[in-house]
């Protein structure tokens, strides 16, 4: 979003293309409610208000949003390239690549009927924090998202089990130590095994202890928030003759966030040089060094202003 905000800013037509049915990237899928603390400018702002500040911001230069669409090829042409999704064939003159870890997708639950209450009683995410007033809900994970969540749930709903395979967990040690101090029942070290309906309505989780045979724990809650992480697959990207560096096959890149191909950019966590950092203030100070080369390189006439004030608009 910041890269299409910017590239308006420098007077490109920009389209988006996004495979998920919304923008934000992990950040909208795996922690909206989660408070940054280290991005620029911002003391803490949560996941979703950052997200929805960089919409405001992209929209000011209206650029096409392409959403459920994934990008299969980028095709050379002449003077461009050739994007074809699973649904469109544009043209372009130049891409940024900012597809992260990939088209990515939450860890699934492996218990017996957790198809059957998925995004009815069993959540990947906390997209709205309302729909949990007053429940009894168990979160399930040991990492940073499991505990961000179940500290999150805590404020509004009736009760919180917050449900670990281990009796350690993974997440930072002083979210930890809130999580104990809170009222939040620890269920350790359990394994969720099947889920049931009650006749009340209710959802019936059924967990083993680990290393035992048949000690089991059944507890009932409205809503299970499952956070095991999520798999990422850079799959499609793999045949577009790019560059791909090291074990996660990220696009390897040189200073001016460029590819081994002409006018193809990447920013954000696809992209890899050495001493990167995978985070949220460096993809924002990529943006503009690829996009500044972009247009030095489309129009090497154009004079080439740096501040945001020396553009029109
Ligand atoms: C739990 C967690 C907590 C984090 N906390 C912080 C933090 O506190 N501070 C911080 O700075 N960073 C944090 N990060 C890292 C931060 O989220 C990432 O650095 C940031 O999201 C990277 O942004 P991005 O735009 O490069 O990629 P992403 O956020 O991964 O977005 C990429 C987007 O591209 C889409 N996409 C992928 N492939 C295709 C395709 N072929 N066609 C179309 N669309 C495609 C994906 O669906 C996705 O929406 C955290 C990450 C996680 C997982």
Redesign the pocket.
Known sequence: MFAAFYSGLRDANVQL????DHLG???SA??PY?T????GGHPGIQGKDLVKSLKKQMHMMHPTIRLN???RDIIPVDGGYQIVTDQTKTYTKAIVI???????NPRKLRAKNAEKFKNKQLFYSVHNLDQFKNKTVLVAGGG??AIDNALLLNKVAKKVYLLHRRDTFRGFERMVDRVKQSSIELITPYLIRELNSTDDGKLLVTAKKMRTENDFRRIKVDDVVVNFGFVATNQ??RKWSLKLKGLLRKVDVNQQMKTNENLVYAV???AKYKGKD????T?FGEVPIAVNSIMRALYPKRRLPIHSTMLKH
């Open positions: 293309i996004e495979s998920l990237g992990q950040v795996l922690y989660k940054i603390l280290d991005v669409q994934a990008v900012a597809t992260g870890g990939g088209a990515f940073n998202s499609a990207m954000g966590d696809v995978t985070l949220i203030a993809g």
